[in-house]
């Protein structure tokens, strides 16, 4: 039998015996034996009709992932929670909250948590990773299951703080999706190794709540992280940008702008002076390098010299170690402002929202088991913006998956992004998504080696990454 071509179909006569175990023997002249997992290692699958009267052998094509039979059961297990996640979609996201205040999500997702069994942890110790700070946050959670024995520790994170207008990223959708993997492996844990464990991740706009999580030891001992984000269509591996903000704080000499000009100090005009250094340092810039900034105080009447401006700018790059460097411009361009004008000046920077750490077969099994189940546009993302979750990609092994529910180009942060976030008609996309991950977390909860496999990958991508700095 010819096996290179790339799909043949077997059609069984009625000399041919099909056996329960998958291989098939031909009586008469000489025997033949073909074991379908032997088959599988080979790169062909047999995929048998209704009747199992006709098999169709099929080379995979490279990288494919094909659903085993098992897996395909576990799958359609989606469907029994679409009532459910619509609901909690829905509630979520009729009550917007934003960074650090989402009490609303939290609690409703950890009574369904405690009511499905998994031990739930509230009021987690964050600590503030510029001042090293331990605090109470009361918006974030964690809920585990144990499995059957020891085995992998696998995360899945929520997200389910709004922006000012409501859910116009979609984390309702994250903590639906993340919620839909968490009760499908649910039932299943009782058979698995290993533990899961359902992060409450707040405040990821603005406020980066994860890097107070990673800073507070939150993710040791987790072997990999899975989690999605709604989008325009579906991918996994895309950038994040690494990110920080400063505000620049600039106190000069208040002094009647007519009578006695020459009694004060501009902070305004510091403010000026900086803003232009910034702009004219742009021709220097890595083509990945974002600067954005704008004066939100500058003086308040014509007629006295502005004693205080201030003035916000954010810096982004592709990696940590360049949007390190731009910050680094920032502040000597704030400083010209201050050595100019004589004024005083203060800079406090955000929490930094980390560049990705990929880790390139992780997100190649989870893009294929999308493909697997067929969800609708797969392709990859150029440049985006920057997530909190970039800030656990450091730690360990994390997958985020994009899952698209609006036409391709719509960008999350906008009112139709806000619309498609609170549609039902994205129900189907979220439970797919829940899916894709589940299916991945369950691969991941028995088969040890290859959560070996992406450890191993993880830290040979941090150390490149580190390297290319
Ligand atoms: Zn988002």
Redesign the pocket.
Known sequence: MELSSTQKTLKLSDTIERYQNGSFSISGNGEIKLDEAALKVLGFVIQWSDDGTVGTLTKVKDGEVVLSEEEMAFAATAAGFTELISAVARKIYDHPQMAFTETHACELLCEVFSAQGFEVERNLRGVNPITKEAWTMDTAFMATLRGNADGPTIALLL?YDALPDGHA???NL?ASAGLTAALMLAKQMEVLPGKLVVYGTPG??GKAGKAHMVEAGLFNGVDVALTT?PGDRWATGSDFLATKTATIVYKGVPSHASAAPEKGISALDAAVIAYNAIELQREHLRSDARVHGFIRDGGKVTNVVPDRAEMDWGVRALDNIYMEKLADMIERCARAGALATGADMEISWSVTYGAPVKVEALDTLVIRLAEALNPGLIKPFDVL?S?DVGNVSFELPTCNLWFGITPEGIM?HTKEFLAASGASESIPSVLTAGTVIALAARRLFKDQKLVQDYKTAFELSKQKLIAKG
């Open positions: 997200e990223c979609g984390h994250i990821e706009e984000h913006g997530s999350p």
